[in-house]
Nanobody, 122 residues
Framework: QVQLVESGGGLVQAGDSLRLSCAAS????????MGWLRQAPGKEREFVAS????????YYTDSVKGRFTISRDKAKNMLFLDMDNLKPADTAVYYC???????????????YGQGTQVTVSS
């Protein structure tokens, strides 16, 4: 099993930046892809970004391309999401995830963290 713990959420204004972090522990060596998803109130969970742990290839949903950057620190088993030019529409609980099912760009993952709230005011 893999344990995932997110941190870094908060309340910011539109146009601000935030960095989310995810600490992975446990059997991290058996997953090559990790990602970030988010869920806004009253909406379904949405794919945000994913990264291949080995080669570093990245994938983003269209609404965050050019504003968000996913990265990882392999030595420290850390996953990051740098979010720039935040918009009120980015308000959601953000989840770190591992063990994607059915592809690299997916909303179906085998393991999730507890989530961290990001609120963007206008």
């Amino acid at each position: 099993q893999v344990q995932l713990v997110e941190s870094g959420g908060g309340l910011v204004q539109a146009g601000d930046s935030l960095r989310l972090s995810c600490a992975a522990s446990g059997r991290t060596f058996i997953t090559d892809v990790m990602g970030w998803l988010r869920q806004a109130p009253g909406k379904e969970r949405e794919f945000v970004a994913s990264i291949r742990w080995s080669g570093g290839s990245t994938y983003y949903t269209d609404s965050v391309k050019g504003r968000f950057t996913i990265s990882r620190d392999k030595a420290k088993n850390m996953l990051f999401l740098d979010m720039d030019n935040l918009k009120p529409a980015d308000t959601a609980v953000y989840y770190c995830a591992s063990f994607p099912r059915g592809g690299i760009v997916t909303t179906d993952w085998g393991a999730y963290g507890q989530g961290t709230q990001v609120t963007v005011s206008s």
